[in-house]
Every structure is written in structure tokens, then in C-alpha cells.
């Protein structure tokens, strides 16, 4: 069963793709932002390229556990795509998930600029990764 991950962000979403064992994820894309309907065509795109079955949206929470103006966003666009695409959605915690992220890039040596392309979709893996190791146990 291959379940996608996405880190939605107001710019960009990160793409990321379990196995079909559903044990590990790989990033695979960073969609550039243009639009609702054409954000969620690329996501279907993939979904149906994939034969996706589930999709984890990774939920920006506060520190302290509350939902803020960017979780709203978030959960209103995963609504959307549940009555798009027609696949169960399931909301992952994702604090922390970029700074993990940036500090796996930064002891990697990755310059900068090559940071900034690929942290979203690093992002969604660890979202992902979290989801899957969570339900193998």
C-alpha cells in the first residue's frame, strides 16, 4: 500500500512516497504552489501515477499543542483534496519536522541554496516516516 506525505506550506508542498511495503518514505517532488485547483491536479497526478491509498498531511501545531491561523489553512486544503481525490486523509503532528530537517542538511554540508529546494520535500518524508513508524508497531 503506498501512502503519500505532504508538508503544505503557503508557497510550496513537499511530496513524499512510502514504499510499497509501506516501511520507508523518499521524498519525491516540491510542488510550487499556483493555485488550488492546479496544486491539487499535481497532487492527483502523482496519487494516480503511485496508486496512493492514504494520504498524511503534516499539521503545523504550536508548541504547546494548539491549532494556529497556518493549521486552519492546512486543514482546510486537506479537505479540499479528501473530496478531490476521493482518498482517506490522515493529519499528522508536524512540529519540528523542517527544523529536523534543516539540521539533517546543515550536517550533510548542503550550501544553502540546494537547502531551500529540497526542505519541504525533507520535510514531508519525516512526516511521513513518523506516520509509517507509528503504524508498523
Do not use: H
Not at 493555485?35 to 496508486?51: N, S
Amino acid at each position: 500500500m503506498r501512502i503519500l506525505g505532504l508538508d503544505i506550506g503557503n508557497k510550496t508542498i513537499g511530496v513524499a512516497l512510502s514504499d510499497p511495503l509501506g516501511i520507508t518514505a523518499q521524498g519525491i517532488t516540491t510542488i510550487k504552489r499556483k493555485g488550488e485547483d492546479r496544486d491539487i491536479e499535481e497532487l492527483k497526478a502523482i496519487c494516480d501515477k503511485y496508486k496512493v491509498e492514504v494520504i498524511v498531511c503534516g499539521l503545523p501545531k504550536n508548541m504547546n499543542g494548539t491549532l494556529g491561523p497556518q493549521s486552519e489553512k492546512v486543514l482546510k486544503f486537506c479537505n479540499i483534496i479528501e473530496e478531490v481525490i476521493n482518498l482517506p486523509i490522515k493529519m499528522w503532528d508536524e512540529r519540528l519536522t523542517t527544523v529536523a530537517a534543516n539540521k539533517a542538511m546543515l550536517e550533510a554540508d548542503l550550501s544553502r541554496a540546494k537547502r531551500k529546494k529540497i526542505v519541504d520535500k525533507m520535510a514531508a518524508t519525516y512526516i511521513l516516516q513518523g506516520y509509517l513508524d507509528r503504524i508498523s508497531k
